[in-house]
């Protein structure tokens, strides 16, 4: 089996066998093919081919194609099964964790038909209680399947065991030692099972430091343990310390990519998960809320500069840096507040001792805002604009820059105190407020200046 | 060993214990910490402190510690030995990747000084090559610590083959079956060799579907692989097929964490991989090149508007709106553009078919557009401000979020063409832009406006 890049010379060419109905010719080519690459392919084509093509993939992978698929494509596929076909043909044979991932798109009365038609009733439980667990926490990311041993076992019955399991659990890393109780005490991997002696005692051999999580942990503190120590796999255990399930590695990418996603759609002022495909009203859903922020911001300080309205008559000039002075404050303020922001979602950055941040970033900013400055003076004067005006757009802009620089390492950081995503303040919320601010800055002191030089 | 949560008061414990002088205590406390727990510890620690807890610390775990330090405490701490030291002590009981890992951030000379006083001239070796390889490339990834098997050995040669290894691979997730030529053929897990008959051979138990790269392999490729395929291990060939080494998930995860911190970064305008607790004027230098762009931006700006400045003396109300005009601008075109490079890095985007993304963005812009600037305009007319202006704004802002929801849907797209990262078009550079191209549509259509209405 190669792995086989997915593009679109192949779309056509399983298409023109489709056409041809050359099924031979197609089953051969997705024999070869892994479930991730056929799911990517299927998301791409029309329904009827979709389903052709998944009558022809063998059972077990055709199962594996359906979970990696689109949700929408997926849901498209399975509205051409009844409750109970979906329940033996599909469901059933999923791990549970990938069972309960797809029964969470069904709307609640066909979960629970679907539920209700698995013939394996235990299998049919531990999904019940799965699919109770909230959103984001361990109990909803888990699956049920693993290996355990008791703690009284020889090495032998432990090996047994697996046996007995291998063809429920696909990757075992470990085996999970439980007391008479079910409750977690310890683990032993593969490797110490192999090199132990048959006839010694789990109890002799196994490995009691084990880091665990209650169902209840938020899935964001889970990819931290994951990240933080190197793990590959998480027993998952409830109030009373016994074992229920075990999170895997692949999941906790999941993860980490979904947060990513998130703080960079939170930075770019999008309220809503969505892409590209999506239609037209949802992405205008999801983007008209930062918009009618902005829209509010840019009215206010329409009506602050219209306080000036007069100074704008005398000196129209003063309108021609307005631009420059706000966007400049944007820039800075989104810059230390990213910089607090990452700090804050990695951990490296202590919560206590404020002042010494804003310290710091205030040295910056006098910096930054200096060069700047200096540099619009150099221009100014090159350029014979009026040395009032010249004076009052460099001391504006080293004052905007600060200020906006202070705000941004603030901002995030009592968005944090306060239980809000530190990410909101990166987003379009920083560069309004500091748009606002230069301007206030800007026309107090052109107001100020132009009476002085 | 439980996982302690390291906080100050934890913290303040080690460094009381530390002034007592009580070394037991403190061996106790440290037994019980893992060795991440403990690095993280040190890296709030001083120098001497440091130095203290590191003698007490278990071998073994020390050398996980000390990988897991901050590199300027790491660095730090072994200033104080001397390089044969470090070579014996520490880089010698150091899994390959992570002894290339350290060795990297020494000087040349410090590096070839330690490698050559390495007594294990294997490891030695292998060292020298891990480190010719390419930041960001699989060989520079990769251990060469693996457990290999010929295709030719029964499942008991393999397993005494494990049990010769295991003190130098930790983690054993499967065996890698290689044939008369060291070349890669396939693998097999610990379960399968488990269940297994000792007599068989590995050439009836093992499976030739394995998912390999070449050292040369980019290091974002191979997250995309670890992600698409759910992998925990990864092989690792040469040119000629050979099996050279293995990259681990817990590598990938790391990657994959530092490609969302450039992405945020290149967003927020920051050139750098910096975090808060660089120095002052490292943390201005990789911000300053978005200021400066920022800063011709608003120069260019200045001089457009001054083109208008008649227009302004007889109309200062105009200027009211400008911030408004540009944030606009700014905010939606970061949003565009923001899902766009979400879908070309997520892989959900074809590159191909432009126009049809295009119009869909157009009619997304429309429709925001159309709802904000008629808000404006029930606002301007309720506020009594002039019919010209009220039209003039509503005007500008639908024109100026169309325009900009389609620049910022094209500009990554091309970019992307061009082989540059896309990410850097959602961040200071769209705004600069779309602040610009507002200003010019709203003065060009103020000035045909106040003609017309």
Redesign the interface.
Known sequence: ?E?ISVD?ALVKQLQQLLEQNDDEQLQRLLDEM?P?DIAEILDRMKADEARHIMHLVDKEKAIKVLVEMEENVRENFLSSYSVKEIADEFIQNMDSDDAAYVLNNFSVKDKEDVISNLSDIEFASSLLSLLNYEEYTAGSLMAVELVKANINWSVSQC?EE??RQ?ENVE???VVYVVDDFERLTGII???N???SNPTAHISDVYN??V?SVSTSTDSEEIAN????????VLPVVNALGQLVGRI???D???V??EE??E???L????TED????DK??V??RA??P???I??M???A???F??IY??Q??IH?????????????G???G??S????V??LA?N???T?NILP?IW?EL??GL??GL??SL??LG?NIAFSNSMNLSMTVSIALISV?VFATVLGTFIPLVLNKMKIDPAIA?G?FI??TN??LG?VVYFALGHLLYNVF
């Open positions: 089996m792995k679109i892994y991730q090996i697996i046996r291998a990757n075992i890393y991997t593969l490797k099972l192999i090199l009691d430091e880091i343990l994951f990240k933080k120590y190197d793990l590959v895997t590695v692949d906790v990418v999941e980490i990519k990513a996603n703080d960079y759609q930075m770019s002022g999008i969505v892409d590209s495909s037209v009203w992405l205008s983007r008209l930062w918009l009618l902005g829209l911001g840019g009215v300080s329409s009506r500069i219209e309205e007069e704008l008559r129209p000039e003063m309108a021609f840096f307005m631009p420059l002075i706000a966007a400049m944007g820039n800075a989104v810059q507040s990213a910089i607090v990452q700090g990695n490296t950055l202590g206590k941040k710091k040295r910056v910096l930054n060069i700047c540099l619009l221009y820059i990166t379009p560069t309004t748009d606002l301007l």
